[in-house]
């Protein structure tokens, strides 16, 4: 595995600054959780290393790929950057059912039918939710929602794994579980 590196990252909306020069480097297992204040970026930083936001300054990259580099005019897209991510919102498809919508990721890689059906399938076992792998998101609770874009981020082992308040609505017990 790659560490994550972020250097000098700089985004601002308007003439509202946002992120003044963020750096951090993080070592591959290594789990980190931002803290801060409504509004101080947190969310922003996560969707900029995602791709979602393009920062005005700044270098990003895991291991020896560079996702973004201002000085050498670097932006990788993010169908590119292959990494987890889990939005606030969940971004579930409504149309598909627990299964399809955690196979997605798998489907665009092209990765073989049987090898999706087999860590689909253990990725909802992981999290609780193999007895529900026919149910549309509709059918689900916000916790079990919320487990499902969590599987959707892990299936295809990506290098780095993104979290936006990934386990707020779940109870303690089911917390601590999808922390395992």
């Known amino acids: 595995m790659n560490k994550l590196v972020v250097e000098n990252l700089h985004l601002q909306y308007g003439d509202n600054p ?3 020069g963020v750096s951090m ?22 969707r900029s290393v995602a791709g979602l ?13 560079v996702l973004y580099d201002s000085a050498a005019g670097v932006d990788m897209p993010v169908e590119q950057r292959s990494l987890g991510l889990v ?6 498809w409504p149309h598909k ?3 399809e919508n955690v196979a997605y990721g798998l489907r665009l890689r092209n990765t073989s039918g049987a090898d999706i ?4 399938t253990e990725a909802l076992n992981n999290l609780g939710l193999g007895h529900l792998a026919q149910r549309l998101p509709h059918q689900l609770s916000g916790g079990q929602q919320q487990r499902v874009a969590i599987a959707r981020a892990l299936v295809y082992n990506p290098p ?8 707020s609505n779940l109870d303690a017990k089911l917390r601590e579980e999808a922390r395992a």
């Open 18 to 20: 946002i992120l003044k």
């Open 117 to 120: 059906d087999k860590r689909v």
């Open 53 to 65: 936001e393009q920062p005005s300054q700044g270098k990003i990259a895991i291991g020896e790929s």
């Open 87 to 92: 939005f606030q919102s969940y971004a579930l």
């Open 25 to 46: 480097t993080l070592s591959p297992g290594e789990v980190v959780a931002l803290l801060g204040a409504s509004g101080s970026g947190k969310t922003t930083l996560l």
């Open 97 to 99: 059912t627990v299964f």
């Open 160 to 167: 780095v794994v993104l979290m936006d308040e990934p386990l």
